[in-house]
């Protein structure tokens, strides 16, 4: 399979939506930070270094990673065009920070792109396993996996005190950044999000919008991670941010039967309005769409609404994005234009038969 | 047919949306006023002249009209109930002022529900025909055709120098107040609909909404009609709102195809976010609704929506307000409720199939 086919497709392993608490949890991540042995950081990296970083990693991918993942796909950012790399972007299977770092950066995918692998984005290896609903473990498992893979080959970069070296003072440690996605639209319409937020800093845990690091938090969705990656092992940070989520899933799971009791018909109405907006509207930003498709999530979660696949809005949440988009229509358009064939395509994917 | 059976259809002839100028103008209506000689007024009347008056109009309704409109129906107010009474109004067949003076008031209406004479409103006799599209000839011909037959049965109080005597001076002459409703949305978007109202006042006309003086315009629907009655034939007060009706409707339907060029797809849009809330919500105050439906029906108007009929909306406009529609789901409701039915009645007519 070549890297192409697997940008071509849409779905990601990390959509499909099944798994523990996969009502609000929408995905469950864990990047481990990993650098090479006397070689300079990647902002300090010369093309001659960077691109010996390339091969090592990509020969120690080939030979290792293999046996578990048998399809994985390594290439260089230069050898995929602008559309691609947003895909792969808006699939968050890279994150936007390695399109800065493009001359030199690399990825490789497994083929149900559940691992990825940047090199030389801030540190010379990211290693990330995407799953769907809340399997923290099972991330961890596989992303620990591919690490011990990857390390037969590789010389990383290790401290017998602080641990794994990093670029960044906040990843030193276990080099681990583990993060769950939700979607928390009982939380944000009660006015509750913003407490239960600004209470989590002080367990060690940040909260980021939907792309990571100052992006908003579009559609009622969230990222939650650690902040911190050093002076707990990794089962301990882990654990750290299950025991935290499935405290912020009871409270969002109460509120939502809170909502739907003492609203009734009337959250019936809004989500209801919201599935008939993006039934038939002719243009649609990507932002008004997010904000729709979580009501009509949640109007799906509370069954509410018949007949829609939570997973199509998971999907959707992706697709609308202006790379998939574009990729989906198999058409280079501008802003407004987007904004038309977006229209087309909620109208088309959200359609339920005879209602 | 008896009076109730009148009331349980609830479309009237003037819903039926045919005729010239129809995609602007819904109806037509001319009404004459006419008082009994030696017989105070209808707001100076006990109630032994005030029932001399209503079986005087009965029996000359009995005798003389039959012949044109054989089953003119004749009823005194206090024989229906109030939802019943509140369905004439909405129907625009009685005025709200009869409601008030209920006690004496009585009211006689044609199969059709083009004509309907209305007994001790503030006139003894308000003669009405009520016709769909630009149809003032018609309307005048028919009403005209009624006054006849009443008035050889009927003694009419009529000055030589003023013409009919009224309750009110503004009547006084013809007694005649010809109106057509117009739906102006094109001029109200393009905000141009102020600018031309405020100059019909120079030219002996005014501006009301939907449900008379003092309503708002809802749905951007506008009530236009002569304001003096006096010093002019009823053939010049029809000619004058004729021609300056034709304007507005000249003006609105250019106004419309700006918008469509104009505007394009933000304009489908619109009428298709219209659509789809009318089509899913769960909740629908008349107001909201009267504004989604005006959307509606422009866009069937530019053919912007294919698949429905505008005459339901006009239809629509009379069901959804409270005693049509309690008449119609036959439940007495408060107001949350009808909200409700409102919204589920809107739904169940406004579906378009295939799309």
Known sequence: MSFKDIIKDIRSKWMEGSGANGDIVISSRIRLARNLKGIPFPQQLGEEDASAVKKMVKNAVAAEVIKDFPTVDFTSLTELDMMQKQILVEKHLISPNLLEHARYGAVALDQDEAVSIMVNEEDHLR???LLPALQLNEAWRTADKVDNGLEKTLDYAFDENFGYVTACPTNVGTGMRASVMLHLPGLVTTKRAGKFFSALSQVGLVVRGLYGEGTEALGNLFQISNQISMGRTEEEI??????????????????RQLLKD??????????WRAYGTLRYARVMSAEKALSLLSQVRLGIDLGLIDGLDPRILTEL????????????????????????????????????DNI
Do not use: F, W
Not at 262 to 270: A, F, Q
Not at 317 to 341: K, N
């Open 262 to 271: 003492e609203l009734g018909i009337s959250l019936e109405d809004r989500v």
């Open 238 to 255: 882990i654990n750290n941010l299950s025991g935290i989520t499935q405290k912020i899933v009871d409270q969002e799971r109460e509120t």
């Open 317 to 352: 949440m992706v697709m609308l994005q202006p790379g998939c988009l574009q990729r989906i229509m198999a058409l280079e358009m501008d802003e407004d234009m987007r904004d038309i064939y977006r229209a087309r395509l909620l109208r088309e994917r959200i359609k339920i």
């Open 127 to 129: 290693i990330q396993c």
